[in-house]
C-alpha cells in the first residue's frame, strides 16, 4: 500500500522566516496531495492541496510544489508569524478518497 | 454552515467493552471517512461511507464497524475494546464519488478522544 514519509519530524522558525516541509510518497497512481494544520485539541484542518496534473500552487503565504517523477512534494510558508505553529500534515490519495498521512510536522514559530 | 460534528467530545471505557462514536458531515456532504489518530502521529484510515455501504476500508480488524444513515451521518462501533485502540477518532466528510479530477477535499470534525483503562 502507500507509504507516505514527512520530515522534518519538528521545525522552529523565527517569526518573519520561512518554513519547509518535505514528503515522499511511494505509490506512483497517488494523484492528490493535500496539507492539514492540527491545533491542540482540534481535528486537522485543510489549508492547501495538489492534483498530480499541477506542478505548483499558491495560497498567500502558503505554497506547496509537487514533483511527479521523484514522488515528492513539498509546504512553503512564508513569512511566518506566531499563529502558524501546530502540527502539519501531508496526505497522499489515489481515487476513492483514502488518505494516507505522514507522521507530522511540529512547527514552532519563535516572536 | 455547520461543519462536521462529531460526539461525544470525549470517552473513558474499560478493555472488553463496546462504544459508539457518531458523526454528523458537512451540509451538501454525502461521504464520511473514519480515521484513528494515536497520540503523536498521523490519522489512520479506518473505512469510508458511500451511499449507505462501506466503500473502502483500512487495516483494521473486524472489531471496527460502522453504519451510514440515509441522512448521511454516520456511526463507528469498536466491540471487545483493547488498551490500544485509546486515540482521538476523527471523522470526515466530503462530496459523493471520485471526480473525474481525483478524490475530493475531505473536512475533519473534531474528533472524539477515546481512553480505554
Known amino acids: 500500500g502507500e507509504n507516505v514519509e514527512q520530515h522534518p519530524s519538528t521545525l522552529s522558525v523565527q517569526e518573519g522566516d520561512s518554513a519547509v516541509i518535505k514528503c515522499t510518497y511511494s505509490d506512483s497512481a497517488s494523484n492528490y496531495f493535500p496539507w492539514y494544520k492540527q491545533e491542540l485539541g482540534k481535528g486537522p484542518q485543510l489549508i492547501i492541496d495538489i492534483r498530480s496534473n499541477v506542478g505548483e500552487k499558491k495560497d498567500q503565504r502558503i505554497a506547496v510544489t509537487l514533483n511527479k517523477t521523484a514522488k515528492h512534494f513539498s509546504l512553503h510558508i512564508t513569512e511566518t508569524q506566531p499563529e502558524d505553529s501546530a502540527v502539519y500534515f501531508c496526505?497522499?490519495?489515489?481515487?476513492?478518497?483514502?488518505?494516507?498521512f505522514g507522521g507530522g510536522t511540529r512547527v514552532l514559530v519563535k516572536p | 454552515d455547520a461543519g462536521v460534528t462529531q460526539s461525544p467530545t470525549h470517552l473513558i471505557k474499560t478493555r472488553g467493552q463496546q462504544v459508539t462514536l457518531r458523526c454528523s458531515p458537512k451540509s451538501g456532504h454525502d461521504t464520511v471517512s473514519w480515521y484513528q489518530q494515536a497520540l503523536g502521529q498521523g490519522p489512520q484510515f479506518i473505512f469510508q461511507?458511500?451511499?449507505?455501504?462501506?466503500?473502502q476500508r483500512g487495516n483494521f480488524p473486524d472489531r471496527f464497524s460502522g453504519h451510514q444513515f440515509p441522512n448521511y451521518s454516520s456511526e463507528l462501533n469498536v466491540n471487545a475494546l483493547l488498551l490500544g485502540d485509546s486515540a482521538l477518532y476523527l471523522c470526515?466528510?466530503?462530496?459523493?464519488?471520485?471526480?473525474?479530477?481525483?478524490?475530493?477535499?475531505?473536512?475533519f470534525g473534531p474528533g472524539t478522544r477515546l481512553t480505554v483503562l
Open positions: 470526515a466528510s466530503s462530496p459523493g464519488g471520485t471526480r473525474f479530477w481525483g478524490p475530493n477535499e475531505q473536512f
Open positions: 461511507y458511500y451511499e449507505e455501504e462501506e466503500r
Open positions: 496526505a497522499a490519495s489515489k481515487g476513492g478518497n483514502k488518505l494516507t
